[in-house]
């Protein structure tokens, strides 16, 4: 029994089009090769800014933006 983590792009082709996750588990046991993709578990904050999250302003900037407004209204 042996186990380890591929990179799914070091697969055939005909097997890379058919998995969805960048990782793969390997699992050998009686000669039989299971593939098991590995979902990332932990969150990416970079896809949980929220309306920030096209990538074209960051929370600082946004935050910079919002304060030299009101220095503008005084």
């Known amino acids: 029994m042996t186990e380890m983590v591929l990179d799914v792009q070091k697969l055939p082709e005909t097997i890379f089009s058919r998995i969805t996750t960048e990782k793969v588990s390997v699992f050998e046991k009686n000669g039989t090769i299971t593939l098991t993709p590995i979902f990332n ?22 935050l910079k933006e919002k304060q030299q407004e009101k220095e503008l209204e005084i």
């Open 41 to 62: 578990e932990k969150p990416q904050f970079n896809h949980l800014i929220g309306m920030f999250s096209d990538g074209k302003i960051s929370v600082d900037g946004f």
